[in-house]
């Protein structure tokens, strides 16, 4: 395995080609990461309260329909 510099280093080393196909495929990859972590969270009951308060500020008036 690669040390982060080592990965770093050899990011700045890719022609522009393959720097555009990097970084397409790392935002899908970061994407998919950040998918899994939010439907942990929201099984694990880490959104109720922020679902709770999105509710109650709804049903107070808070909010505009749009």
């Known amino acids: 395995m690669q040390n982060l510099e ?3 280093n ?3 080393r890719l022609p522009k080609s393959d720097l555009i196909n990097f970084r397409n495929w790392f935002d ?3 994407q998919e990461l950040w998918d ?3 439907e942990e969270d929201a ?3 880490k ?3 922020l679902a709770n308060k999105a509710i109650a500020d709804f049903k107070a008036g ?3 329909v749009i």
Do not use: N
Request: proline share 0%.
């Open 47 to 49: 959104l109720d309260s």
């Open 6 to 8: 080592e990965i770093e």
């Open 10 to 12: 050899a990011i700045l």
């Open 62 to 64: 808070k909010c505009k």
């Open 36 to 38: 899994q972590q939010f």
């Open 43 to 45: 099984v694990s009951g």
């Open 28 to 30: 899908k990859f970061d």
